[in-house]
């Protein structure tokens, strides 16, 4: 039986890869693609894919504010993020959403089939990158501080740094990282001071000058 997937990506040049490794496999199809959030609720209204391979930066929503959406839409489809974002924050607030899984676009390639196999069969799939990165996470301690520079920021600080140094607001790291604003701008000072720098800005340009996006 064909496994139905859909594919969700504002790059035409991804959404071209991607087929090019499902065609070398038989048992998945490609039924539906789409370049925005709307197009992918549309796509999963219209198509009831089995799974939807889901980019999270797209034009008009973006894939985390679709998840929850595409569920009500198409409750048995399955979502595999498949995105160049490896912060913590995003992937966790993708797992919690009730993404099937998560792999990160330079290992498309290598990882897709397994991905698809694993969540066809009601598994789940973090790839290698991700899965990594958790586990680092899960060992450090609370308010670990390391060496110098980006070492000095825990985890926790430096997804708040990566996500300010993207333009998101306080309100908006909030509900990325599912804390409260005071808790997000009590991560920020905390920045601030260790890394000997004054206000917002300042935390943008140390993020640009060493290369931390």
Same mark, same amino acid.
């Given at each position: 039986?064909? %496994?139905?997937?859909?594919?969700?990506?504002?790059?035409? #040049? #991804?959404?071209?890869? #991607?087929?090019s490794?499902?065609?070398?496999?038989?048992?998945?199809? &490609?039924?539906a /693609?789409?370049?925005?959030?709307? &197009?992918?609720?549309?796509?999963?209204?219209?198509?009831?894919?089995?799974?939807?391979?889901?980019?999270?930066?797209?034009?008009?929503?973006?894939?985390?504010?679709?998840?929850? *959406?595409?569920k009500?839409?198409?409750? *048995?489809?399955? #979502?595999?993020?498949?995105?160049?974002?490896?912060?913590?924050?995003?992937i966790?607030?993708?797992?919690r959403?009730? !993404? +099937? =899984?998560?792999?990160?676009?330079? +290992?498309?390639a290598? /990882?897709?089939?397994?991905?698809?196999?694993?969540?066809?069969?009601g598994?789940?799939?973090? =790839?290698?990158?991700?899965? @990594?990165?958790l586990?680092? !996470?899960?060992? /450090?301690?609370?308010?670990?501080? $390391?060496?110098?520079?980006?070492?000095i920021? @825990? &985890? *926790?600080?430096?997804?708040?740094?990566r996500?300010?140094?993207?333009?998101?607001?306080?309100?908006? %790291?909030?509900e %990325?990282?599912?804390l409260?604003?005071? $808790?997000?701008e @009590?991560?920020?000072?905390? %920045?601030?001071?260790?890394?000997?720098?004054?206000?917002?800005s300042?935390?943008?340009?140390?993020?640009? /000058? @060493?290369?931390?996006?």
């Open positions: 039986m064909d %496994i139905r997937i859909a594919i969700v990506d504002d790059h035409d #040049i #991804i959404r071209a890869g #991607i087929k490794v499902l065609e070398k496999h038989p048992q998945y199809t &490609a039924c /693609e789409a370049a925005d959030g709307e &197009a992918a609720l549309k796509a999963a209204q219209e198509f009831k894919p089995d799974i939807m391979l889901l980019d999270i930066s797209m034009p008009k929503l973006s894939g985390l504010d679709i998840i929850t *959406r595409i009500r839409v198409s409750p *048995r489809t399955k #979502i595999i993020i498949i995105s160049v974002y490896k912060l913590g924050a995003y966790l607030k993708a797992l959403c009730g !993404v +099937n =899984g998560y792999i990160n676009k330079d +290992n498309v290598e /990882e897709l089939i397994p991905a698809l196999s694993r969540v066809s069969a598994g789940s799939y973090l =790839g290698a990158e991700i899965s @990594n990165y586990a680092q !996470v899960a060992r /450090e301690p609370k308010g670990k501080e $390391t060496a110098q520079g980006l070492k920021l @825990n &985890a *926790r600080e430096q997804d708040v740094l996500l300010t140094a993207e333009g998101k607001t306080a309100k908006e %790291i909030a %990325i990282m599912f409260s604003r005071r $808790t997000v @009590n991560y920020k000072n905390c %920045i601030l001071k260790k890394l000997n720098l004054h206000k917002t300042d935390l943008i340009k140390y993020s640009l /000058e @060493n290369k931390f996006l």
